[in-house]
């Protein structure tokens, strides 16, 4: 004869309701999860409040430039070029002639642009030894975050020496100082990096001077939480002495900008629900085996049936 | 006559330039050569219209339009029409022997099919066609244009290798029409499309969307520009409106203050003055009958009162007060008469008023009487002008007596304006808060004054002021530094000494007023009227020089010489009080009255250092030592209201001396009477902090019953709020609880038969 089959019997434990006996077993679920909850949270890491992903920003240039060229000739003599009208109006006898060029390539062909050159050409200014760039951009950003702002980019650079060209090149970065919170479409600077440009700002409107200061413009811009910046490691200032200047800038859009972001509550969750339940495994099955202990030695009451005992049938 | 006129000309062209050849090849040549000469006579006008020329004989009768094929077999290095690109390897119009002198390069492989490109560089020629791969031996069809459209990329159809994988994918029958993705002809454009285009993306161009023109209201509202009136032959502001100068992008002066309609300028106590300044190079003549005169900022001034173009003019305004400030040292002296309008004398640096604008104005403040309802009423001005000399004549002033170690003389001068609105009875008094102070706001304060047995503050319109420095770095009793609350600040000045100064000066033999001192050191050898100085005469130390600096405030001993001296100062605890109610400035202690925080009554402020801490002059290192070289304020602040809308106010002040060693430094060449070397006062602001308990609410929370959790316990649920950390822990022992009991209902095995 051989074993063909084992069909174990077991030995039924009954309790009532409420009893001790009877509560071991969501005690234990329950202490396993409380163990597990608590392990995870004080061992750090449980909720995830900041994450970051990688995406491409939608950039396009706004076409809202300014450009002040600072001349050999010393301070006050500077010559400004502006898209701005208000501007324009304010700084009529010291505007410069330009010749600007603008252009926006979608290298790839993903329906994004890759690449903003904007060039150009000033004339008639004198040597220039100094200058300042402010370009203004629609910037937006897709995925788990939905942000749509105006945003900057800023090059300057002076020498003592007297400039026939700048030229800077280099890529438009996030510069965020919180998190953004995912899940809705966040559109707070959706406005014009220039205040003399909000409100579609005419020649003429009123103006406090001293709102036109670059300080004052650039000190408005650095407030906000998510702005961009011209990462340029690499400005060529040719010096010579020319009868025009040119400045040259091509601004790159990164394809993997990080952006920090704030998860929404499902997202957290799940990154929460694993920690905890890999370590309630854990204690679940210490608890479980404890549970043999506990009922096989009787260290709590319970009214043992065992299934070879005849079970009295009632009438 | 039009063609006849056009073919005569084209004749003449060309007859010029079959002229032109004639001339090149007699040059080429040598014959009879002869150097260009120039034109006899130079003139204005265009160049002619530079064209290609037409050779008529290749121009059809009938021109029938080509079929523009846009596919990926173009050959995108082809830029040059008639002529072989170099190293364009598709371009057709390139022999044999052309593209045999490309240039080598033994790795290259040419991608398209002419093999005998390989090993030269080629130009990139545009993406390769798209092609398929079929199981049919290439004797069969190789090259087919799947659809008859012109527009299209063409397919090309091409045997698959042979490799085993390539074998098994190949293509053995097609029958789909589709090409991937294209760009189709959008044929003819009409101008409603670009139109349309240009709206949808008219906000991205360098011409702007023009504004709306705003309607003319009768009245004005806020923010609205202010026209001004012009009279027969007057001239105008920029605009025609009310514009006042203003900083460029360079901080120098242009006409870029645009004022608005009970808008004030500058727009609060916090933000910066509304300066800008003057180069006083040769641009000054121009400036003076510019810039810095009265004709177009008081004389001709006369405001609309109501918008539009046929508004009544206000008169012109009110002359509330009128100053001149001196050159040196900067005193302010009450002027009457008219108001003189700026004159420029020129000269080269002589006596007098050479090279100087004479009455420019330096400062203007405007008030603006309005009626509250969009009208303008009048408007009044208080005047400070001053004589501005060239750089060229301050030069002459500073290095004619060679008495300073370094002249420092100014290149600029800085005007101020000023625009303020009021309603006919109000008096325009600014507050730095309401009622708290604004970080960076003046910090308020007054001397106590007493009339009629009634008591109110006499507030300083700068606030409370330490010493600072005039615009050439030198100390001026006019030329304070004003104390800004929540910023800490240090502030210097130079005060020129010779050897023999600063010992007499130490020694307490000096007898002249640091002012005095400084002025007479200054304009010298009657460049403006000035005397020479005595050498042995030396600043005086019977009032410390800080005391003198600031005409006696905060300095606790009598002295006529200085007006504030031993009058009791008051600071303003909130940034709204009122000067003319003296309770309101107070905050003194329940039970000892005579201390109260923010008033300085005379025994609590300064006197002249004794004892140890008296002035002592050191022979062998030349040293000064405990000279009282500024005064420190210590500030001590706190926060008062709502957390999220804290107010910050002012609990208590302190002053007391900073203390310093000047010590000459001697070189052996220096002149022990005439050598002066420059020594720094400076006087310091302390703001500090009141140790303040934590924010209370009006009802305790009470006490936990369970254990405190962290505050992001249930973080996704629970995280705003301060309260956060106990509402999470009640949370988390509900959730614990009922899933308790929804788990035991759960895990109870049926079956209640036992």
Redesign the interface.
Known sequence: MVQVYVEPISRRH?AP?FSVA??Y???C??AS??IAFSIA?TSGGL?V?THTYVTQPSV????DMLL?F?TSK?????R?WS???SVN??????LAPVD?SASEQDVNSDGKVDLIDIKAVVRGVGDVHGV?ALMAF?YSLGGRVDLVMNSMAYASHSSPLAGSGLYVDGYLRLDQRDAIPAGFTRHDYNYSVFPFAEH???K???????T???PVVLNQYNFRNESTYLDAKTPVWESGNSPDFTFQARVRIPTSQQVLYRPT?LE??KFAWVQILAIYIIFWWIFTKFEYVVFHHRIVDT?V?SDLQAKSH?F | MTNTASLRTKAGRRASLLAGVLVGALLATGADAQAATRPTAESAGLNAPSTYGIDWTDVPTEPTKTVVKVTAENCLCDLTEGTCDANCCCDPDCDSNEKAQFTECATCVYDGANAAMNGKVCLPEGRSPPSLEYCLPSSTVSRVNLLSSSSLGVVEQRKADMSFLSQQLCIKDDNSASLGKYFLDPGFATDDILKSSVTLQSERFWNPVPAAASETQPKYRHNDTIGVVKAASEPLLPGNKFVLPGATFSGVCGWTNVIGYNMPLPASAASEDATCLVPIDDTLSKSCTTLLNAKYLVNDLKLAKTPGSSATPTEAPTISSMKYRSRIGGKLTDLTGTVPAATFTDGSGGSGAADTCNFAVVEAHYVITHDGSGSISSFAVDLVFADVMTSTRWSAVYNANGALADPGNPSSVRVKYTVSWKLSAETVVPRSGAPGYVVGAPLLAGTKDTSSGKNAVARLKDGLTIPGAGPDGRCSGNGKSTVRFGMSQSSSCAIPLSQDNLKTFCQGSGDKAVADYLYDLISVNGVLGGTTPDKTKAPGSSVPLPAQLMDGLLYGTLDSNYDLSAKTVMVAAWANANYENIADWKSCDATDTTDCATELTAAEQLTKPSGDSAMSWDETTKTCKNVAVGVNIDVLTAKVGHLDHAQSKVQRVKVSWNLADWTYTDFPWDNAADDRQDFMLKSTVHFVEMAQDAPEGVKPASPPILPTLPADVFYPFLSAGPAGGRAAASAAWCVALVAAIFVAWVTARGDDSY
């Open positions: 009954y309701y009877f509560l077993r969501p005690f679920i329950i999860l409380i949270l909720w409040k396009r240039f706004k076409y002040v600072e010393g301070p006050g003599t500077e400004v898209t701005f009208d109006y304010l700084m009529g006898n010291k600007i300042k629609d579609g700002e005419a003429g409107d009123t103006r406090d001077a001293s036109l200061r670059l509550t957290i969750w009214r049936v009632r």
